[in-house]
């Protein structure tokens, strides 16, 4: 992303970006979770923590459903089309370590839920930090890898043809 004194945001013309901005989205509603984790004993699930607990279950519903299945759907086909025979393997390596780990982020946001579910509803439910930090640190763990190993092949192998593809289905599931 350029450098600005105005925070910009990518926009769907540019999947890649767009994909890191939504890690960094994603980063702010682990940051969320862990502010309720420490406002609940105190304060129990008042307004405040039902909001909070209504804004990260409504991200992870849909937000992070939509990015994976960006990911899934479009960006690994293709990038397992374009990449060498040379890198092939490591890259199908990595593609499964990621789908592999999308299925265990989905479990631990299931168990995650069901405590924030009753927060939204005013109830009382054990979310301590361990916990939040537990699931947080396994979305860190993902989102290295996939800034760190697997954005840096999509941007070496995909042509403008790609990007414009990935920019149309991106922006065609949001519009569903």
Known sequence: MADSLIPTSPGFETPLEMLEACHERLQAQLATLARLAAWLPGHG??????????????????????????????????????????????????????????????AGWAQMRARLECIARGEDAELTPAAVEEFAEAYRRHIAREEGELLPVARSVLGAQDIEALSGTMTARRRQ
């Open 45 to 106: 699930p008042d307004k405040q923590a039902q909001q909070a607990a209504a804004n990260v279950m409504r991200y992870f519903d849909v937000a992070a459903v939509k990015h994976h299945q960006d990911e899934e759907d479009d960006l690994f086909p293709v990038l397992r089309e374009r990449v060498d025979e040379v890198r092939r393997a490591e890259l199908g390596t990595l593609i499964d370590w990621i789908l592999a780990d999308h299925q265990r982020l989905f």
